[in-house]
């Protein structure tokens, strides 16, 4: 028994391929789900280097796309970059690369479905993101930022094209990562494992990936229309450079933009009961609050550039007021389970509260985007004051509110994918994180969002513009020196968070590259309740020996139970 | 011969219908890029019409026989295609092959006849005075491009069918593609009510 286990043994690891080879022809979603996250932080830092360079442009609002650019439309690109760089090439990586490596064990199943599929989405993702920032930096992009003439601004128009196409090869490179998770999810779960009993995480990349297969592809007829008229001699309308921005912001916007940060509560989820020592309490309820999240989030009828008045119908008004309602389910039955236990202070607990508390925020913010043309829809009094009020806060829609929302949805799921990996590190690379270094990537991040996400939420109220690159975005700003001070601070804020990615970038290289990490315990350190746990760290080929079976949403926590016989 | 399977790492579970959950989310994403294009197109229709305007340019000539012949090649093709699937679940390769090839054929002959009623449409990208060309050639090369695809996920389980793969005990690279078909015959009788009869 013992020799043909050891058989067994060398076999798998004679299966495994090193080196160059290892990297770029495998199809094992463990690698796969490594090089999204190492190529998602490197996007993250990307993105956040971006958005201080947008916010050195708003240091003086008096002189825009003068100031530190050449043009309005190179500040645009820049502008747009730092949007779609942190979106496609930090936050769905990040995620997707998350659900590649930890979904199959979770499901106790020896692979991803679709390997080859998996291999194809990430290598055309890379190649594609390669191919848009250097088509954006040789003055192609997604548009300029006024309607003059293309050549007057520099614009490239064949760069522009290629601009195009390589973003949604992204795009469709990152739906057919998702396809594979959540064909995972539902058609790979052991024996005993009701949907209803999966794990939290890979509940919410189910809801989400649902959301991002039913969204993305309106997304990409958009793009497909602006790519064919942009081909004639003369672009009509949606292919006009000023225009195809205009048809894409919707993804960047609410309520869509909060389908990118579901799965914050699923890496929540998980985290926090085991680090409690209990069960999650109210599992059912946690999974319908996410499903509900997912629902509510749906955002691809919002779009501004063919329905101008979408912002004041009931639908999208309705959807920005409650989606805080399935947040705030979620954090009752986390701090309701906390309570219940006595919670370990760690990094990736601390790293994912903070994720889940921004992402509350941005659910607030959301409310007070809204609130101008919910309680216009509802007032009845003649009130001058009440109308008043609804006429400033209707202002309020068109300012970096939404701005201020965006970026603590989209930064809330960089910290939640962040505390995944602090939580999942000993399954991911062999060995702990640096718990110092995580705690202080938390306060960065933490420090970050507050100064640059609350920069634009206060600038916001003070009728700064949200499209930034436009010079009236500034007409009619009440305080431009307070603005401008603002603005400042959200440079330190982006600087924070650009010094939180690269401190866990830092740690993983050391930790994991340098072999300085914690190897301790590195099956299981933190008593885990999910059966990604009950395997090798990191698992070998195949992921576990023999099929699990199970018989609840925390195998390892009550009982598991190996091929029918208890463990 | 023992040692070279004690050697092998332990096989996977069968997958449980990966492949029709997979291509269940695949067509839930083509039918939402078509439902896109089709928001747009009618939308844009609508606003020019309001206005008293006329949607197609007059020197436009789209006729309905290429249309009315492709939906009926596509419908006659849904038979064909369930053919296969009835012909693999009773073990009769043979027939499953020959309409999996049929339906091919078929997808060819839509291919050549929307090429033809594309070169006869005369419409012209960015002459105005409205987009409509423009929504057209996008809806319609958009479809192009599905049915090419299709077209390669048919062949490909039509391959793997004739290797073996599929028999009466594994259906489900077949049942996949007539799916992913059978959507797309869906995505072109709306074009041909929205686009080509509702003109």
Not at chain 1, 226 to 254: C, H, K, M
Not at chain 1, 278 to 306: E, N
Not at chain 1, 535 to 542: F, I, K, L
Request: aromatic share 10%; net charge negative.
């Amino acid at each position: 028994m013992e020799t043909e286990s050891n058989t067994a043994d060398s076999a798998s690891s004679s299966l495994e391929i090193g080196g160059l080879a290892g990297v770029f022809g495998t199809s094992d979603h463990k690698n796969l789900g490594r090089l999204y996250i190492y190529f998602g932080l490197m996007g993250g830092m990307l993105a956040f280097v971006l958005n201080i360079l947008v916010r050195f442009e708003r240091l003086d609002i008096s002189s825009i796309g003068v100031f530190d650019f050449g043009s309005s439309n190179q500040f645009f690109q820049t502008w747009s970059l730092s949007r779609t760089s942190l979106l496609f090439f930090c936050v769905l990586p990040l995620l997707v690369g998350l659900a590649t490596y930890l979904v199959p064990l979770q499901l106790g199943a020896p692979s991803l479905s679709f390997p080859r599929a998996a291999s194809l989405a990430f290598w055309a993702w890379l190649i594609g993101i390669l191919i848009h920032v250097v088509t954006v930096f040789a003055d192609g992009g997604l548009g300029v930022p006024e309607p003059v003439s293309q050549f007057a601004q520099g614009m490239d128009p064949e760069a522009t094209e290629l601009s195009m196409l390589s973003i949604a090869m992204v795009v469709f490179a990152l739906l057919l990562a998702t396809i594979c998770v959540v064909a995972t999810v539902i058609s790979q779960r052991p024996k005993g494992m009701t949907l209803f009993e999966v794990p939290l995480f890979s509940w919410s990349m189910l809801v989400a990936g649902g959301i991002w297969v039913l969204a993305l592809p309106v997304w990409l007829s958009n793009l497909a229309i602006s790519w064919v008229d942009f081909q004639g001699n003369d672009a009509l309308r949606y292919g006009t450079v000023e225009n195809i921005w205009d048809q894409l912001s919707w993804l960047w916007s609410q309520p869509m933009i909060f389908a990118f940060a579901i799965p914050v509560l699923g890496i929540a989820g998980d985290i926090l009961p085991v680090s409690a020592g209990v069960p999650q309490r109210r599992y059912r309820l946690q999974q319908i609050a996410i499903g509900a999240l997912g629902v509510l989030s749906f955002g691809a009828f919002a779009q501004p550039f063919f329905n101008p008045d979408v912002a004041d119908q009931a639908v999208f008004v309705v959807m920005g007021l409650l989606v805080i309602i399935p947040i705030f389910i979620v954090m009752g039955g986390l701090a309701d389970t906390a309570k219940q236990g006595k919670p370990i202070i760690s990094a990736h607990l601390i790293l994912a509260v903070v994720g889940v508390l921004s992402l509350f925020i941005a659910s607030v913010l959301s409310i007070f985007h809204v609130s101008g043309a919910a309680l216009g829809a509802v007032q009845e009094l003649d009130d001058d004051w009440l109308n008043g009020l609804i006429s400033w806060l209707r202002d309020v829609q068109g300012t970096v509110i939404a701005t201020a929302v965006m970026e603590h949805a989209l930064v809330a799921a960089v910290i939640g994918s962040v505390a995944g990996l602090y939580y999942w590190a000993p399954k991911i690379f062999g060995c702990r994180l640096n718990r110092k270094v995580g705690i202080l990537a938390a306060l960065a991040f933490l420090g970050g969002l507050m100064l640059s996400g609350g920069s634009n939420a206060i600038n916001g109220i003070l009728d700064e513009g949200d499209e930034v690159f436009r010079s009236s975005a500034y007409d009619g700003v009440w305080e431009p020196d307070g603005v401008e001070f603002l603005n400042l601070l959200g440079i330190v804020g982006s600087m924070l968070l650009l010094a939180g990615a690269a401190l866990v970038l830092l740690d993983i290289v050391v930790s994991v590259l340098l072999n300085k990490g914690d190897v301790t315990d590195a099956n299981d350190p933190w008593g885990g309740h999910t059966l990604e746990w009950a395997t090798d760290s990191p698992p070998p080929v195949g992921n576990f020996p023999i099929p699990p079976v199970v018989d609840s949403e925390r195998p390892l926590l009550s009982q598991v139970v190996m091929g029918g016989d208890e463990a | 011969m023992n040692m070279v399977t004690t050697n092998l790492p332990a096989a996977p579970p069968p997958r449980a219908r990966s492949l029709l959950v997979a291509t269940g989310f695949g067509v839930t994403g083509v039918l939402m890029y078509f439902g896109g294009l089709f928001g747009i197109y009618l939308r844009e229709r609508s606003l020019v019409r309001s206005d008293g305007g006329t949607w197609i340019p007059d020197k436009a000539h789209i006729e309905l026989t290429p249309p009315g012949m492709i939906i009926w090649t596509l419908l006659i093709s849904v038979v064909v295609m369930q053919w296969s699937v009835y012909s693999i679940k009773r073990d009769d390769r043979q027939h499953a092959l020959l309409a999996v090839g049929t339906t091919l054929l078929m997808g060819g002959m839509v291919l050549v006849q929307h090429g033809w009623q594309l070169s006869q449409m005369n419409l012209v990208a960015d002459e105005g005075p409205t987009t409509a060309a423009t929504l057209i050639y996008t809806i319609v090369g958009s479809y192009m491009a599905a049915l090419v695809i299709g077209m390669i996920f048919i062949a490909l389980m039509g391959f793997r069918a004739l290797a073996g793969q599929y028999s009466s005990r594994q259906t489900d690279g077949i049942v996949a593609a007539s799916l992913y078909w059978y959507s797309l015959v869906f995505i072109y009788f709306i074009i041909w009510i929205a686009v080509f009869i509702a003109k």
